[in-house]
């Protein structure tokens, strides 16, 4: 009673999970986002160059408790990046490991952003008819030939869900690695770096001694309290990349943006457009040295 008194209640939905509480919402999702957009210098004019974007297929995460929340992507951590690179002159294969429709955390997308809005609106039906990684994966498509520039990760906890664990994920980013492809990965996206973990315990993880900027277990810890998810998480992905030696720069869900090597990420939302913008610069620097 006194939890839904003061909005901290998560909300049910009608698929049967939760959703987060007035509160929550409240503290962390807005109407419009901080987009600017910026005119680069030289846009890519190579018009097979793409980004492969990787989501998850997968919204019912569950919880220690059995209850399930309503996640996906998220939809500022998604957009936003693809404003920006695409304003850079990239074009995008959206992708999920399976070929099933793109979950995205609906009741964060910040409804009068016309910017956000007009870019899901264009990639919409990419969205309900993504690629399958597993196809793309059977068709032996991984070659150098590949017209993919980088691997776009966005964040929200439905990246913990299928992806860590998904063998064609690992291939993916593998690949992705031996190339030297860039990685932008925001947020909870870095859970999908587990994927590439060694399978027989002796290679070395491709991602050790790796410094990453993304959304830290500790807020995860808390924000349970605050009805943000309707109970605690079974694991956290942060605990398992720092045992294959990834480091964290950040200890707050802030505004960190980082880049080690070919690896790109931010820390949350609040990152989405420095991201975007440090991403779609990087992309379009490492062709002119081409």
């Known amino acids: 009673m006194i939890k839904s008194l003061f ?3 998560p909300q049910l939905t009608d698929d049967g999970s939760y959703s987060p509480s007035l509160l929550s919402l409240k503290m962390a999702t807005s109407k419009i986002t901080d987009y600017t957009p910026l005119k680069y210098e030289k846009p890519n004019d190579d018009k097979s160059l793409k980004i492969l974007v990787l989501c ?9 408790n ?12 998604m957009m936003v990046p693809m404003l920006h690179f695409k304003n850079a002159g990239f074009d995008f294969d959206i992708f999920t490991p399976t070929g099933k429709p793109v979950k ?20 919409k039906d990419q ?16 070659d150098d030939e590949s017209n993919y520039i980088a691997i776009f990760i966005p964040g929200g906890h439905g990246a ?31 859970a999908a770096l587990l994927a590439a973990k060694p399978e027989n315990g002796k290679d070395t993880f491709i991602f050790d001694g790796y410094k990453i900027a993304a959304f830290p277990d500790s807020m995860d810890k808390f ?8 109970g605690k998480l079974t694991w956290f992905y942060g605990e398992k990349l720092k045992k294959l030696g990834v480091k964290f720069v950040n200890s707050k869900a802030d505004g960190t943006c980082f880049i080690d090597r070919k690896l790109i990420t931010g ?4 990152a989405a457009n420095e991201f975007g913008k440090l991403g779609a610069t990087k992309l379009l620097e490492s062709l002119e040295i081409k």
Request: overall charge negative; glycine content about 6%; some cysteine.
């Open 56 to 64: 998850t297929e997968q919204n019912h995460m569950p919880m220690k």
């Open 223 to 230: 924000t349970p309290l605050i009805g943000y998810m309707p």
């Open 7 to 9: 909005g901290l209640s």
């Open 160 to 190: 913990m869900l299928g992806l860590p664990e998904d063998k064609n994920v690992g291939h993916l980013l593998k690949w992705a690695h031996n190339n030297d492809l860039f990685n932008l990965i925001i947020c909870h996206g870095p």
């Open 267 to 270: 820390a949350s939302p609040k």
């Open 127 to 142: 969205f309900s008819n993504p690629k399958s990684l597993a196809d793309f994966a059977s068709a032996e498509f991984f």
């Open 66 to 77: 059995g209850k399930l929340f309503s996640t996906g992507n998220h939809p500022v951590e």
């Open 104 to 123: 995205i955390e609906m009741w964060a997308m910040p409804t009068e952003d016309e910017n956000v809005i007009s870019i899901y609106e264009t990639y």
